[in-house]
């Protein structure tokens, strides 16, 4: 049995789909997790990673896990208790969900700092191991929903630099290759999209996807500023608009791993602008 934790995300609800899909038994948590969450006849049940021994019951005769790194919430984490519940209740393989910050903004405290020390105890369980590093997910651009759907528009900072953000379906199949397969302990994966995609061109799939024009309009960076320190802190928001302003080398890479584990190329931004068209309309 696998258990897939932050069950309700978007890498997370995609990798239950895929293992269920599969018929692979899979017991699906998060904290507020429903019936109506998950696929019929898949196990759920609510727990907090902020409290290992709410995992107890769920990890009790499992395999292997799916260890969501937290997100925003990654520092509350204490991921030596989780690692120790998951062992008491037989896991021998752990998949964590990490991210690209960890190597090109390791100075960072929200996306290098945190995580290492995460992907550190994972390292160090004594567990079979596979951490994969993500970079921006296409679905962070459903933060435009609103918008389109209302005005046909999107405002955005830094519309012509592009970086190759991927599709969060491509890192749940790699993540349930990881969860399923041998071959993959000790290895970290880096996974973008297939190629360079810039906020102008992300806008202009959306509308292809819809049939109608969606207008965009560029923000500036103190604009784009006011807007993050909404819902993140101001850290978490300037290292933000670094990575979507001024990215590294690293962060505009595309990386092979995507293909190397599944056998095919990651999905085009504009592959899932028309899966997930509904959502804009």
């Known amino acids: 049995m696998i258990v897939v934790t932050g069950a309700t995300g978007n890498v997370g609800r995609s990798l239950v789909q895929v293992l269920a899909h599969d018929g692979v038994p899979v017991t699906a948590t998060s904290r507020g997790i429903s019936a109506t969450d998950v696929p019929a006849g898949v196990g759920h049940r609510q727990a907090d990673l902020a409290d290992p021994e709410s995992l107890r019951p769920v990890l009790d005769g499992a395999e292997a896990l799916f260890l969501q790194s937290g997100g925003a919430a990654a520092h509350a984490l204490n991921p030596y208790d989780i690692l120790d519940v998951a062992k008491a209740g037989g896991v021998r393989r752990v998949v964590l969900l ?20 995460i992907e550190d105890a994972v390292r160090q369980s004594g567990l079979e191991w596979t951490i994969l590093r993500p970079g921006g997910f296409d679905s ?37 290759a990881a969860l399923r397969e041998d071959g993959h302990a000790g290895r970290i994966y880096e996974l973008t999209g297939p190629a360079l995609v810039t906020p102008r061109e992300q806008a202009a799939a959306i509308g292809d996807a819809l049939g109608e024009p969606v207008r965009f309009v560029e923000q500036t960076r103190d604009e784009a500023r006011a807007q993050l320190v909404r819902f993140m802190p101001e850290d978490v ?45």
């Open 98 to 117: 990490s991210s690209q910050g960890v190597t090109t903004r390791a100075q960072s405290a929200s996306h290098g700092v945190v995580m290492r020390s």
């Open 140 to 176: 962070n651009t459903y933060a435009w929903a609103e918008p389109v759907r209302t005005a046909r528009t999107v405002a955005a900072p830094f519309g012509d630099v592009g970086l190759p953000a991927i599709d969060p379906d491509d890192i749940a199949e790699v993540a349930a």
């Open 237 to 281: 928001a300037e290292t933000t608009l670094a990575i979507l302003g001024e990215p590294n080398a690293a962060e505009q890479r595309v990386s092979p791993d995507v293909e190397r584990v599944l056998g095919r190329a990651p999905r085009t931004y504009a592959a899932w602008a028309r899966r997930n068209a509904a959502a804009f309309r």
